[in-house]
């Protein structure tokens, strides 16, 4: 650990201790994970339209040149991808290729369960997520780091097993209109009714402050999706200040997901993409506008990619390595690392050159600045993608 | 704290032993004085057998995890028999059987009924059916402080224990293994500190009363000891309500009857997904109860529940039952102008109330 993590990491273990409604700050870094259920089709997201291998084997479902969102390198972004190719131009969305793990399951269960627990134990009850919750909640001031924000329930990635993790349908969920009812902030003779008493007063003042934000804030462009719904949540708990880091949300329901596209997939995966990308730029739009971009990271994954070669019936099957999207006010923007060779196959699969626990360490360390081994086990390497 | 017997000791021998109690039945217990009480507690009322054939109906033949887990919801709400279900929750919890890594159906309902028979029974019987149990051996494998080696033989299929002598690697047989933990002292002392936990909080129980259990495994016995000794009144309001116990203290005095699937969806969002602790090591209870969002968050649940009250007690009757009209003098003031719904959830709202 270099000294400026360690300083990172100290004053990011100060800020959580310090978290109270008496002054809120508001320098904190954000870290906003993205799950897409059910294995989205990388191929066919981040696009090498100039290779040959790709066009033979996509016979419908390949997209061309004159389709795609060129972003150099011979590759191109899915038509639909539209505002997020803005935010590539823009320098505020990296696109991490090759990602995932030695020898892939390719079962949306289990696939699932290794990128959540991040552990290669299938006993594991706990989430990356989670094991970070543990680790930074502060238990004698109530405060939490980690939220999920969703309609599904809490995916495994913030199973805890000590920190409760809130799961967060919208902000109302958290908002609390009347003040501080009478006699809470009374003097009590014992240490935990003194507890009960404190953490009441800042989680009411917190509430309140909730309704506040819900109450004055403009409104914000956000399409009627349900993606940009959550995150649009997700930025008014932002506002409102309330001592969470971490935000999970997520795009495509429980399992399989709808980005699990074995037959007819060229429409169905244009809408999810479609979301995906107008919900992305709104809500990197709504933070950028009050200067809270800076300040956020957001990072995708899925289970998996899909197989290179489509199906009989216009689909993919389960496949391996996929590309992760970074997107913020200091990413560094840009391609990072190669797109896997279409020659060099596992079973009809792209093949991961990247760990995808070295880019959660990367959201970990050089962008939270907590250490990253006692979360995700040791030898997990940052990678340079932030600025 | 006074010695002496009055509503807030009556208050808080219910609060340790039921879900939650109406005005009349906290009168009663004042009334009768602990003696009385604590043995109507202990004691099978009349009308549990009825009240078990009403519930039978409601399991569904292929019940799963969640079925279960909301029937017992229905059962710890309307039980006539409220220590047993109480009782059953904490070998539940002390087991740490997760719902959701038994996908089976009737495996989960099994093992709540075995916990149920055993609750109040004998702990050596308990923990040989335990540790038979395929619910057990699918979610953690072997129990609690049994050796793991004895189980390398078992396999659960189809919901069925099998033990095969031939596969077996270590030198006990399981139920040896069982009968080799019970004989050991560390085992009787960890269930007493883990009763001891449930019902004085931070106090430690008596030492005569592990040195009688580590004889007889009485379950009910313990709990009837701890109840009756000094150490019980020292755990006055030393602990903080879980979801479960914090909803059910509202709903059952205020007479209000919760659909168990939402109450079961409320109590996860607040950290307690029944049937489905986060570890072995079950709910870490305690001050992890709360924090800024779950104290928002049980605000939100007790409005709702007073929301569904048809007749709110009066001023008195809801001061009493709820906080036993034990607060500071100024937080009494405070309350001074309110009445009704308001009141109730200006109650709910406290510290007072979350304590237990």
Known sequence: ?387 | MPQTWNLALAGHLLRRTTFGFTSAQLQQALADGPAKTINRLLAVPPDQVAFEQSVAALIPPEATSQDSGQVWLYRMRNSPYPLLEKATLFWYNFFGVAGSRVPQPGLMEQHITLLRKHALGRFDQMLLAVAQDPAALLANGPPPLVDREAFSGVTVLRGEYHFDPARHRGNLSPEDAVRKTLSEPATAQTVVRRVGRWLLADATPPASLTEAFAHDYDIGKLIAGILRSDQFLDGYRQDIKSPLEFALNLAIPLGVTLPPAELQADLSALGQRIPDPPSRDGWPGGRRWLNHYTIVGRSHLAADIIAKAEHPPDRQTLLNTLIQNDAPREVLQSLAQLDGNELAKAIANLPEFQLS
Request: glycine letters at 10%; aromatic letters at 6%; one cysteine or more.
């Open chain 1, 1 to 387: 650990m270099t000294r400026r993590t360690f300083l990172a990491a100290s004053s990011f273990l100060a800020r959580a201790a310090a978290q109270t409604a008496v002054k809120p700050d508001r320098d904190g870094a954000i870290l906003v994970v993205l799950q897409l259920a059910g294995g989205n089709d990388g191929l066919n997201t981040v696009i090498p339209y100039e290779d040959d291998l790709y066009g033979r084997a996509r016979t419908t479902l390949r997209l061309t040149g004159n389709q795609v969102q060129k972003i150099g390198s011979g590759l191109g972004f899915h038509p639909e991808l539209r505002g997020m190719a803005r935010l590539f131009n823009e320098g505020r969305l990296s696109v991490v290729q090759g990602v995932g793990y030695p020898n892939m399951h390719r079962d949306h269960i289990i696939g699932m369960q290794s990128w959540q627990t991040a552990s290669p134990s299938p006993q594991e009850r706990t989430g990356w997520l989670g094991r970070v919750a543990d680790r930074y909640a502060d238990a004698d001031r109530g405060n939490v780091p980690v939220a999920f924000v969703g309609r599904i329930p809490a995916p495994m990635a913030i199973h805890s097993r000590e920190a409760i993790v809130p799961t967060i349908r919208e902000a109302n969920d958290w908002a609390l209109s009347a003040g501080i009812d009478p006699g809470i902030d009374a003097r009590r003779d014992t240490a935990l009714a003194e507890f009960v008493a404190h953490t009441s007063v800042t989680a009411f003042s917190s509430g309140h402050r909730m309704a506040g934000v819900i109450k004055s804030s403009r409104t914000p462009d956000y399409p009627d999706l349900p993606l940009a719904q959550s995150f649009h949540t997700v930025a008014q708990l932002i506002r409102a200040d309330l001592g969470l880091r971490i935000f999970l949300v997520e795009q495509g329901g429980a399992s399989p997901g709808e980005f699990d596209n074995h037959a007819n997939q060229a429409g169905n995966h244009a809408v999810s993409l479609r979301e995906l990308s107008q919900s992305v730029a709104a809500f990197c739009d709504d933070l950028a506008h009050d200067r809270l971009l800076d300040r956020v990271l957001l990072m995708t994954f899925s289970e998996f990619g899909r197989t290179v070669t489509e199906n009989g019936r216009h689909g993919t099957g389960h496949g391996a390595a996929a590309p992760v999207f970074l997107a913020g006010g200091r990413v560094k923007g840009g391609l990072i690392g190669q797109h896997p060779s279409l020659a060099d196959l596992d079973n009809d699969a792209l093949k991961p050159h990247t760990d995808f626990r070295s880019v959660y360490a990367t959201a970990l360390e050089a962008w939270l600045g907590i250490p990253a081994a006692p979360i995700l086990g040791p030898g997990f390497t940052p990678i340079d993608a932030i600025a």
